[in-house]
């Protein structure tokens, strides 16, 4: 399960003098058991939730939005 929560009108001050505003988009995902080893199925859980919120993240930005943000691709 994701919960989203969007914010409008957010900002962010990565360093001083810097302040970007927009949109605040917060992701959290939460699997809900039974687990059979909860411990030895953390890391592909926690690589499935990490793959899940990725998508749902970027079909939130628009192709401008994603180009505005300077992505670099290795």
């Not at 699997?31 to 592909?44: I, K, M, Q, R, V």
């Given at each position: 399960?994701?919960v ?17 505003e927009g ?10 058991g039974?687990?059979n080893?909860?411990?030895s ?9 990490h ?8 079909d ?5 939005t ?9």
């Amino acid at each position: 399960m994701h919960v989203v929560q969007i914010v409008s009108n957010g900002f962010v001050e990565p360093r001083e003098g810097v302040r970007k505003e927009g949109i605040i988009i917060n992701i959290d995902s939460i699997a809900n058991g039974p687990h059979n080893d909860f411990w030895s199925e953390l890391p592909f859980n926690l690589e499935k939730a990490h793959e899940e919120g990725k998508v749902l993240f970027f079909d939130f930005l628009k192709t401008e939005t994603l180009n505005n943000l300077e992505p670099i691709y290795d």
